[in-house]
């Protein structure tokens, strides 16, 4: 009789389990809250000390409201939906953008070039994307950007004889250790240094030697996985998940002028997001309107008119209907957590054993709270205003600089980016890649144990040089 084999569940079931867990903690956990003040900026940071339990009973407090029953966990859902509402429907707007983009045959033309080009050279081109992912995230942040790329990306490691999980550990590993190195990300390591007191943009030196080994690493991991699955396909951690017939080209068209002046949008695209949202303040609703104004124009210019572009558009948005539900389900886990006041708790339990270890041991313990703590709190800036007040001053007792607290934060929120299922974006470019979560963990947490005993490493060698 043949043994029978366990089935990971699907990614939905795994968020769905996560997220009656979640319900479970409000219950098992007490319910309670630090007092916020208002900084110079308009931000709500927490008060260090100010941590006190709420009444059941208290609004606002306990198991009430939406989780008063086990019939809150369903009303739940819908409330994560609309809490991510602005990235669901960047989400489709991209798939619809990017339905537009290959039925114009412009990315199939790139691909066929960059294949002629560094065919015989493949590991220079994942490097050098790996590398333009993490630039992008440790200077201005991107994270949601990238979505967008891992159609072509996913296209271009299989034509390279790799398969979908090496492109996304492209992607992912270069996008976290740019968030974990975070040279000058304005929306981590500046509100964290802001919050503690440090100088915005100090300390710089450090990191910028810290992303290169962190790259090295990264991309030694990934090259490692890549040319094992190209010496034997089986070896691939979803060989036996299909992809899509557009995806298993062996031919390329050539690139004409349309295709050139369609990536010549596409290019002049991206261009108009980076100064958008370093200068203009720009974000997912303005990021959608640029892309639904980009498929006007590469309808215009592929030559497909208006009723293909309009149909196109339409292919392209329905094939990111499961990546928009999963993105849906993971933010209702934030939000169940939330609504039962409990993530205030959770991370006062967590910081409090800090204070009774040395300097070395405390770095390494912050790096370990902060990496519990993007769990709960995925959102970047919403962690570096809720642990940074209480690090701060705990460092000032356990005598590390705030420096090296604030690089504590960085590599706890950025690393685990990559990592945890409460990341929207994250579980947005799994689905996208066909990937499901459990095969990605098997990819990604041998990295994410390299990283985390060098993250250690460097905050240990950071308190003993007496960073600042």
């Known amino acids: 009789m043949a043994k029978s084999k366990f089935r990971v569940p699907h990614t939905l079931v795994l968020l769905a389990g996560m997220i009656l867990l979640a319900w479970g903690l409000t219950f098992l956990l007490p319910p309670g809250s630090f007092e916020r003040v208002t900084n110079e900026h308009g931000r709500e940071q927490v ?14 407090g306990g198991v009430v409201g939406v989780l008063d029953s086990f019939w809150g966990v369903f009303k739940a859902v819908p409330h994560g939906f609309e809490a991510a509402a602005e ?3 960047f989400v489709f707007i991209i798939g619809g953008a990017f339905g537009a ?3 114009t045959g412009a990315a199939d033309a790139a691909i066929g070039r960059l294949l002629q080009t560094f065919g015989k ?5 994942l490097a050098g994307s790996m590398f333009l992912f993490a630039a992008g995230s440790a200077t201005i942040g991107m994270a949601e950007e990238y979505l967008p790329f891992v159609p072509m990306l996913v296209a271009l490691c299989l034509a390279l004889g790799y398969d979908t999980v090496t492109a996304i550990g492209v992607l992912c590993v270069g996008y976290g250790v740019g968030y974990g190195a975070a040279l000058i990300n304005p929306f981590t390591v500046f509100i964290a240094q802001d919050v503690a007191g440090v100088q915005q943009g100090s300390g710089l030196l450090f990191r910028l030697i810290l992303l290169f080994v962190f790259l090295a690493v990264g991309l030694h991991h990934v090259w490692s996985y890549a040319r094992k699955v190209k010496a034997d396909p089986q070896a691939s951690y979803v060989a036996d998940i299909g992809v899509e017939e557009s995806q298993k080209k062996t031919e390329y068209p050539e690139l004409t002028l349309r295709h050139a002046l369609v990536l010549s949008a596409i290019f002049g695209a991206i261009g108009l997001l980076i100064v958008g949202l370093k200068f203009w303040d720009w974000y997912l609703i303005e990021m959608g309107g640029l892309f639904l104004a980009l498929t006007v124009v590469l309808g215009a210019l592929g030559g497909l008119g208006l009723d293909k572009t309009a149909r196109e558009f339409c292919v392209g948005a329905s094939e990111l209907t499961t990546t928009a539900l999963l993105i849906g389900f993971a933010r209702t886990i934030q939000g169940v957590l939330e609504d039962g006041q409990v993530i205030d708790t959770i991370v006062y339990g967590v910081a409090q054993p800090l204070e009774s270890l040395g300097p070395h041991l405390a770095a390494v313990g912050m790096l370990v709270v902060q990496s519990l703590a993007n769990f709960f709190i995925p959102s970047g800036s919403g962690q570096a205003y809720v642990t940074m007040p209480l ?3 705990l460092a000032d007792l356990v005598g590390v600089s705030r420096q090296t607290a604030v690089l504590a934060y960085q590599f706890g929120d950025g690393f685990t980016n990559i990592l945890v299922p409460t990341n929207a974006v994250l579980v947005g470019i799994l689905a996208m890649a066909r990937i499901p979560y459990e095969r990605w963990l098997r990819f990604v947490l041998p990295f994410m144990v390299k990283i985390w005993v060098l993250a250690a490493i460097a905050l240990v060698v950071a ?6």
């Not at 008060?47 to 606002?60: D, I, K, M, N």
């Not at 050279?121 to 081109?125: H, Y």
């Open 47 to 60: 008060v260090p000390g100010s941590y006190h339990r709420l009444a059941p009973t208290e609004e606002g």
């Open 87 to 89: 990235i669901i429907f």
């Open 101 to 103: 983009f290959r039925a």
């Open 121 to 125: 050279a493949p590991l220079a081109l």
């Open 391 to 393: 690090m701060a001053p």
């Open 463 to 468: 308190v003993s040089i007496g960073y600042h």
